[in-house]
């Protein structure tokens, strides 16, 4: 698909279909299990409904907003991704640099391809970093004072990788650590040439955010490396500790429930970070829209809120905005143009996201992110999605 064709988020989607091998685009697209939470995410942000005004003065329209004080140009951020090399040998730094262009901020992951420190040297004020509990709170510490030596003023806490999941389209094509696919995904990827050409001449394909003996961990030493370091008992208790020692701001991702969300709030949390992590991890749970409300009300705006999964639309961040999320955040959109046409077209993915906004904002006729609140929705008949969300 030529570029000037290519109009909004769903056409990088398939665009990137067509550069992808199928295996690799399965994992970009694919849920857990039934992936009906996946699904959901998006539905039910459809299924909110906005009122049309008219005559309203829209002169100076403007889409900035801040978040724990750093401005952004609109209320959108990066959402953590691992492995982004396997799209595009741009990677991480690449979409960093766009988030930078775009007035954004991008979340490093802590499964990221690169390294913190090599994001930081394209992104130093637009980089928040993820840090997960690992079992040996030696490595935790570690990556900690590496955020802390580039200058990370704000970490985003994996508050829900206790448990596995299970992704069967990933199964289906042997996406083990190492890889190990069927025959027929080689053919497949045979007709992919230019994906072939970027892995066989591009970045190496690692999980260079942690080392082993001063070189990246490869991707065949991931298994073992991840089955000793997980933690499964990570619990409320390692967020205290963490707050008492980092100065900065802390973030907790993986909020899907308002007592979690209160408990948050109560050991220090700035910022509630609501994902389901796009449906991938744990099917059959509520879309991130969903209990947006249920979490704003039981925060009580002792902490800032964002919200990840479903974001496809400008039309979503008004929704998200107009019931108490400060900004969402959005993933396989970026992972989608980064796949189909690499860090410009990752621009450009920013840019439909901020036309669609503005467009948004002036049909429903505010002129400013902070005029966004529930009055923006359509009147609610008795059984619609609204009312239920605003109970």
């Given at each position: 698909?030529?570029?000037?064709?290519?109009?909004?988020?769903?056409?990088?989607?398939?665009?990137?279909?067509?550069?992808?091998?199928?295996m690799?685009?399965?994992?970009?697209?694919?849920?857990?299990?039934?992936?009906?939470?996946?699904?959901?995410?998006?539905?039910?942000?459809?299924?909110?409904?906005?009122?049309?005004?008219?005559?309203?003065?829209?002169?100076?329209?403007?889409t900035?907003?801040?978040?724990?004080?750093?401005?952004?140009?609109?209320?959108?951020?990066?959402?953590?991704?691992?492995?982004?090399?396997?799209?595009?040998?741009?990677?991480?730094?690449?979409?960093?640099?766009?988030?930078?262009?775009?007035g954004?901020?991008?979340?490093?992951?802590?499964?990221?391809?690169?390294?913190?420190?090599?994001?930081?040297?394209?992104?130093?004020?637009?980089?928040?970093?993820?840090?997960?509990?690992?079992?040996?709170?030696?490595?935790?510490?570690?990556?900690?004072?590496?955020?802390?030596?580039?200058?990370?003023?704000?970490?985003?806490?994996?508050?829900d990788?206790?448990?596995?999941?299970?992704?069967?389209?990933?199964?289906?094509?042997?996406?083990?650590?190492?890889p190990?696919?069927?025959?027929?995904?080689?053919?497949?990827?045979?007709?992919?040439?230019?994906?072939?050409?970027?892995?066989?001449?591009?970045?190496k394909?690692?999980?260079?955010?942690?080392?082993?003996?001063?070189?990246?961990?490869?991707?065949?030493?991931?298994?073992?490396?991840?089955?000793?370091?997980?933690?499964?008992?990570?619990?409320?208790?390692?967020?205290?500790?963490?707050?008492?020692?980092?100065?900065?701001?802390?973030?907790?991702?993986?909020?899907?429930?308002?007592?979690?969300?209160a408990?948050?709030?109560?050991?220090?949390?700035?910022?509630?970070?609501?994902?389901?992590?796009?449906?991938?991890?744990?099917?059959?749970?509520?879309?991130?829209?969903?209990?947006?409300?249920?979490?704003?009300?039981?925060?009580?705006?002792?902490?800032?809120?964002?919200?990840?999964?479903?974001?496809?639309?400008?039309?979503?961040?008004?929704?998200a905005?107009?019931?108490?999320?400060?900004?969402?955040?959005?993933?396989?959109?970026?992972?989608?143009?980064?796949?189909?046409?690499?860090?410009?077209?990752?621009?450009?993915?920013?840019?439909?996201?901020?036309?669609?906004?503005?467009?948004?904002?002036?049909?429903?006729?505010?002129?400013?992110?902070?005029?966004?609140?529930?009055?923006?929705?359509?009147?609610?008949?008795?059984?619609?999605?609204?009312?239920?969300?605003?109970?």
């Open positions: 698909m030529r570029e000037k064709w290519i109009v909004s988020i769903d056409d990088y989607r398939r665009a990137s279909r067509k550069r992808l091998p199928r690799i685009s399965d994992y970009l697209e694919g849920g857990a299990l039934d992936e009906t939470t996946m699904r959901a995410n998006e539905e039910r942000f459809d299924a909110l409904m906005l009122r049309q005004r008219s005559l309203v003065d829209l002169t100076g329209m403007n900035s907003t801040t978040v724990l004080g750093r401005p952004l140009a609109m209320p959108l951020m990066v959402a953590p991704m691992g492995m982004l090399t396997i799209f595009h040998p741009g990677s991480d730094p690449a979409v960093a640099r766009a988030a930078v262009r775009a954004s901020i991008f979340i490093h992951s802590a499964w990221a391809g690169c390294s913190l420190e090599e994001v930081a040297q394209v992104a130093p004020e637009n980089l928040w970093a993820q840090v997960a509990f690992w079992k040996d709170p030696a490595e935790t510490a570690s990556y900690i004072n590496r955020a802390r030596a580039v200058g990370v003023d704000t970490l985003v806490v994996a508050g990788v206790g448990s596995s999941s299970k992704r069967e389209r990933d199964l289906r094509h042997g996406l083990s650590m190492p190990r696919p069927p025959v027929a995904d080689y053919f497949n990827a045979a007709t992919r040439p230019g994906w072939l050409y970027r892995w066989l001449t591009g970045r394909m690692t999980y260079g955010n942690y080392q082993v003996n001063g070189r990246p961990l490869r991707m065949d030493e991931m298994n073992s490396w991840m089955a000793s370091h997980k933690n499964p008992g990570a619990t409320w208790d390692d967020f205290a500790k963490l707050r008492s020692e980092w100065q900065g701001n802390l973030v907790i991702k993986g909020i899907m429930d308002p007592e979690d969300a408990r948050a709030a109560d050991e220090g949390a700035d910022g509630i970070f609501i994902s389901n992590h796009g449906g991938r991890q744990f099917d059959s749970q509520p879309a991130t829209i969903d209990v947006l409300p249920s979490i704003v009300e039981a925060v009580g705006g002792r902490a800032e809120i964002y919200l990840d999964g479903g974001v496809r639309r400008g039309h979503d961040i008004v929704k905005v107009a019931l108490g999320a400060k900004a969402v955040l959005a993933g396989r959109p970026f992972a989608y143009a980064l796949a189909a046409g690499g860090e410009h077209a990752v621009d450009r993915a920013f840019g439909i996201y901020h036309e669609e906004l503005k467009g948004a904002m002036g049909f429903v006729g505010r002129a400013s992110v902070a005029e966004l609140d529930r009055t923006v929705f359509a009147n609610p008949s008795p059984s619609s999605v609204l009312e239920g969300l605003l109970l």
